[in-house]
């Protein structure tokens, strides 16, 4: 038993400290999605493979965690599952159920589960851990928290906007600043539509995206290799050189994509959504990025991406539109829009930029001194009226030595120590010590709840 | 893709409503822990089955949830195991991990793996998920939060005031009545000595645990049966004809140990805890029952158990004092002492009792209703600054027919909804109307937050 215990790889123990900071991140994200009207959900860790399975591409089935069946799993199953390790088959047998992936297949699950019940707008927020078997490495873990906010069962563009302005709160909240992405899936379409490529979409936006790093030049090679014609590609030049303001985008794109329907109507909710946001007043940078792809596999109209300005790190927030999320689970026509917060990584800007507030690591805010049982007795009933002040008060357990006793409340960053001596038993008074100045002055109960306040 | 999708059996959806009185209840302990100078840990939801086993005896480990091994999980794996449906063995080759069972394991193996890290005493709450693969029945779930709080490295008895102190004020808070049963197993081991049966101390407890059920002709059959001799039963007759108030049967129990050293230690430590709690001051109803042997593979002084008075249902909260809880993970020699809050029981007597506050199913304060996308941007506009002021506030998303508005406001208890129109849009009024008094009034957005507050 000598060896240590440890966690599985991937996994994190949080301690006190590190638990007031991820607080304060829940704790914001979670106001403001109820300040939106959105109401909160929790689904159960395990879901039926069934619901999971298939939802994510090939990848993704691999990257469940499986539950063993409990009892004897091996019962009824073919031995020879095992001889030819037939792994498919055999883990479909031995394993009935998985830990979820993400919130948004729980989700849909919810919604069709729980149709007959639900009001339909149906704005709900979800935050919970997921868990993903892939390979641990910097900033990615195997247990993680999703902040999801979606609403389902209504394709008005309010619905985007008010998300958006609900990132934007977070994050002014946060004291992040902030570029949101936004791009639609229909214009995405109408461009491939334009330049008579429809069908390779995908390679289309994947090169787009390179374009910063690599230049319009290998860009154009890539699309030629991907197998794009020379005239698709010189029709699609005039989008590779976009520039200007986002209205000005906004402008030469509705021109270029005006002869196409699909590219025409990603344009329009493009700007009713941006319009929107910009007519109530945004703190963020807004930024039209038609090589934004993420989410291509589901999104169908608006795909939104949020950047921090001050620290180089990936997507802290994404999110889009999508019309057919319950479909999987045999109800079609729903359509949905959600976001989706990055806890983690909002967690390394606001460590990059030291952007906690001091509250967020205040714990205990005055600490008895014991010496001995009958003063930490009078000091417990002085405690409890304290507590009903609402101020987080502890006594040492021990009557130990006053350094120790000291070095506790130090350790713990404890901003006021009291004390309740003989002579404070006699006169029914407390002396006070700031731990910051170092002063000590003597009250009674009214004035150092007054002193210390909350 | 016909049939309804569902999810494994045990396991739940909490809907908003559901999750507004859970999170009351979650709060509410939360707040009490705080308050204490408790603070919060999380641990991960998967742990390595190493530190699980074995913790729970033979019938928790046929209980654990074990995760399967990622990829080829067969690999190196003896095809014989599986031929002789060797479940021990194989199932330690194929599984790694598993799902806690408790949070206490976890806490002891975070204590262990992050000593250097620690101030002790350390007091730590914990709120989160466990699992189980118990059979499912009423009030029986798979997966359930435990709320617990622990001090270790201390064995001060002013902890289990503290303790007790904490389960009065959350149940208080909460309005339940509660009595608080006490005990200490050390008076349990000064009875089995005293009669001359120190092996058989649970036969004891479990005997004398039936008296009100039985009675006491009936105990002492079972405990001759038992294998308890003539003599023992008899000089055990004192003890389960103890009665009076607590501190009489106090009294009686420190006359009857007296000569015993344990069982007179185990006396001093409920005396000091009794007296202690009722100096400071305490609203449930304390009781001395020693027939309470909760715990006792791992219990080694005070054990606690919380009864809700006005419900038949049982213990809503427990705890005790263990002396080596670390022992398991290679540390010995560190005491610590904790409760445990049933939070599914306590949902149920809520419910039951019917005493959950209305704001537990209050949502949004303030629907706007739509009448189309110019007066939604304006009615954006004032939503704004209602949100500002701490106000949860949205709009109808689609501009749907009025009935259609009012059905969703009514359906989601929102209290007030709000009209701008034409007219209101020109001169910058509101309308409001109080969905209870079905009242009207025309409002400026000042006007309009002072008169629907928080």
């Not at 149709?115 to 709900?124: H, S, Y």
């Amino acid at each position: 038993m000598a060896q240590k215990p440890s966690i599985p790889k991937g996994t994190r123990d949080f301690s006190p400290a590190e638990m007031g900071r991820r607080n304060y991140i829940f704790d914001t994200i979670r106001q403001v999605f109820k300040l939106h009207g959105y109401r909160p959900i929790e689904t159960p860790a395990m879901e039926n493979l069934s619901t999971l399975m298939g939802k994510y591409g090939e990848e993704g089935d691999k990257l469940l965690f499986r539950i063993l069946n409990s009892g004897e799993y091996l019962r009824g199953v073919d031995h020879s599952l095992v001889e030819n390790e037939d792994y498919p088959r055999l883990t479909s047998k031995i394993c009935e159920k998985g830990l979820r992936y993400d919130l948004t297949v729980p989700f849909a699950r919810f919604v069709v589960q729980h149709r007959n019940e639900l009001q339909f707008p149906f704005k709900r927020y979800q935050i919970q851990p997921v868990w993903r078997a892939d390979r641990p490495q910097k900033g990615r873990y195997r247990e993680f928290y999703q902040c999801d906010a979606d609403v389902v069962g209504s394709d008005s563009l309010l619905n985007e906007i008010e998300l958006l302005q609900m990132i934007d709160e977070v994050f002014r909240r946060l004291g992040i600043n902030i570029t949101i992405k936004l791009n639609n899936r229909k214009v995405l379409a109408g461009i491939a539509e334009l330049i008579g490529e429809p069908d390779k979409l995908i390679d289309i936006t994947v090169a787009i995206d390179k374009i910063d790093k690599i230049g319009i030049d290998n860009v154009n090679s890539e699309l030629r290799e991907r197998g794009l014609s020379d005239e698709a590609v010189n029709r699609l030049q005039p989008i590779l050189q976009i520039s200007g303001t986002v209205k000005e985008r906004l402008e030469t794109l509705r021109k270029l994509l005006e002869e196409n329907p699909t590219g025409t109507k990603g344009v329009e909710e493009l700007t009713t959504v941006i319009n929107g946001v910009e007519a109530i007043g945004l703190d963020a940078e807004l930024d039209l990025d038609v090589s934004l792809a993420r989410g291509l596999n589901y999104y169908t109209g608006t795909i939104i991406e949020v950047k921090a300005r001050d620290v180089a790190i990936g997507s802290i927030t994404g999110g889009g539109r999508y019309d057919n999320l319950t479909g999987i689970f045999g109800m079609p026509g729903i359509s949905g829009v959600g976001i989706s917060f990055g806890a983690d990584r909002i967690y390394d800007v606001l460590n990059t930029l030291n952007l906690y507030p001091d509250e967020t690591q205040t714990g205990t805010r005055i600490m008895f001194v014991n010496f001995g049982h009958s003063e930490s007795i009078a000091s417990l009933k002085m405690i409890k009226d304290l507590r009903s002040a609402g101020i987080s008060a502890e006594i040492y357990p021990e009557p130990a030595k006053m350094k120790k006793q000291m070095g506790y409340a130090d350790a713990l960053h404890i901003p006021f120590v009291a004390i309740i001596g003989e002579n404070e038993m006699k006169n029914g008074t407390v002396t006070l010590k700031d731990m910051t100045t170092g002063e000590q002055q003597q009250l009674t109960v009214d004035s150092l709840i007054e002193a210390i306040g909350k």
